[in-house]
Structures are given as C-alpha cells and as structure tokens.
C-alpha cells in the first residue's frame, strides 16, 4: 500500500495552507489577514469545482443528445424511464 504522503489529500491541503501563511507571513501581514485571504481562496475553490462539475454535466448531456441523434434513435434506457416511471424495471 503507498505511504500516506503520496495519496492523502490533508497533505495536499496542509501544503497549500502552509504555501499561503508562508508568503502572507513573508510580506509582514498579520494572521487575520493570513485567515481572510485563506477563506477566499477557499470559497473561489469551491466555486471553481461547482463550475466544473456543472460544465462537464452539460457536455456529458450535449454529447448524450448528440449520440441520439446520430444513431437516429431515442435512447432506450430514457424510453423505458418515462413509459414505466422508474429506471425501466416493473417494481
């Protein structure tokens, strides 16, 4: 099993945090600032990942349409979901 610094993402996070303190630290800012700067970095990481996620949604749905279309046929799984209102199986 690989050591845990080379597959735990705490490391990686205590990295950044480290990175940050040691640079706000260096231009002679105080902790609150260190605290301020690192809740924004946070919350447009955050955001960063809910975009990503939500564009890789609407590819992942453009290129679903678009293999329909292709094929010329509705996609069977959709037409079993809205014929039996479940996932295609008689519950």
Do not use: K, Y
């Amino acid at each position: 099993m690989l050591p845990a610094h080379l597959w735990s993402t705490d490391q990686t996070q205590l990295d950044f945090t480290a990175l940050v303190f040691l640079v706000l630290h260096g231009l002679g800012l105080p902790n609150v600032i260190f605290l301020i700067v690192l809740g924004i970095l946070n919350w447009l990481l955050l955001l960063g990942f809910v975009w990503l996620v939500n564009r890789v949604a609407v590819a992942t749905a453009q290129l679903a349409a678009l293999a329909e279309d292709i094929m010329g046929r509705p996609n069977v799984n959709r037409a079993q979901t809205t014929a039996t209102g479940s996932r295609g199986r008689d519950c």
